[in-house]
């Protein structure tokens, strides 16, 4: 063994892991991206879902609550909007999803 060889070491070294490495230095992102999905991107699904069987279970005589904070009872239901009395004679169509809450109780029907 020459001096050399001693002090830098021998020309054949065993293969690195650097995939090893690459990994555990990936652990530390891909925690970070479950979290983030387990506390933001989740719950506002299962939110947005709700909304949406909401909307789509609008009937005449429903008592809403709109985004811009007008009450109203639902007078009629199209595809994309609902038609929407506010007063005594005075009716306005707003989008579907501009309601925000129903306020009228429905019974649960069990089967």
Same mark, same amino acid.
């Given at each position: 063994? /020459?001096? #050399? =060889?001693?002090?830098?070491? /021998?020309?054949?070294? *065993?293969? !690195?892991?650097?995939?090893?490495?690459?990994?555990?230095?990936?652990?530390?992102?891909?925690?970070?991206?479950?979290?983030?999905? #387990?506390?933001?991107?989740?719950?506002?699904? $299962?939110?947005? +879902? +709700?909304?949406?069987?909401?909307?789509? =279970?609008?009937?005449?005589?429903? +008592?809403? #609550?709109?985004?811009?904070?007008?009450?109203?009872?639902?007078?009629?239901?199209? $595809?994309? +909007?609902?038609?929407? $009395?506010? *007063? /005594?004679? %005075?009716?306005?169509? %707003? *989008?579907? !999803?501009?309601? *925000?809450?129903? #306020?009228?109780?429905?019974?649960?029907?069990?089967?």
């Amino acid at each position: 063994m /020459s001096l #050399l =060889n001693f002090f830098y070491g /021998s020309q054949q070294s *065993a293969p !690195s892991s650097s995939g090893g490495n690459l990994f555990s230095a990936l652990i530390p992102f891909i925690l970070v991206f479950v979290i983030f999905y #387990l506390l933001i991107i989740l719950p506002s699904r $299962k939110r947005q +879902k +709700k909304h949406q069987l909401m909307v789509e =279970n609008l009937q005449p005589g429903d +008592k809403v #609550l709109t985004t811009g904070g007008i009450y109203g009872t639902v007078m009629g239901v199209q $595809k994309d +909007k609902i038609e929407l $009395k506010i *007063a /005594s004679n %005075v009716k306005v169509d %707003v *989008a579907k !999803s501009a309601v *925000a809450a129903v #306020l009228t109780p429905r019974e649960v029907k069990k089967d």
